[in-house]
């Protein structure tokens, strides 16, 4: 819990106990999500208040993930070394 925040174990009992509570429920809701696809299983359970409708897929393209995508294609079976990776560096 406290790696969550950031913060060391005295100064979160430091907090209220409501405010520790909320936390606790924030970070324990928080794991509850697919690491996929971001939702909570409750939010397609009719029987938790869900729908199973509740999101719907859309495509969306990302400028800036496409040019990294091409630029590691570009870099694909080039003799390039260890640790080199791609980045995005604004222009001014």
Do not use: N
């Amino acid at each position: 819990m406290c790696r969550a925040y950031q913060i060391p174990h005295s100064t979160f009992l430091g907090w209220s106990h409501d405010d520790r509570s909320k936390a606790i429920w924030q970070y324990v809701r928080e794991k509850q999500r697919c690491r996929g696809c971001g939702t909570r299983p409750d939010e397609w359970q009719t029987d938790h208040g869900g729908h199973q409708h509740a999101y719907r897929p859309v495509v969306d393209r990302c400028r800036g993930c496409e040019l990294l995508e091409t630029e590691r294609e570009q870099l694909a079976g080039k003799p390039t070394g260890s640790g080199v990776f791609v980045r995005l560096e604004r222009r001014d």
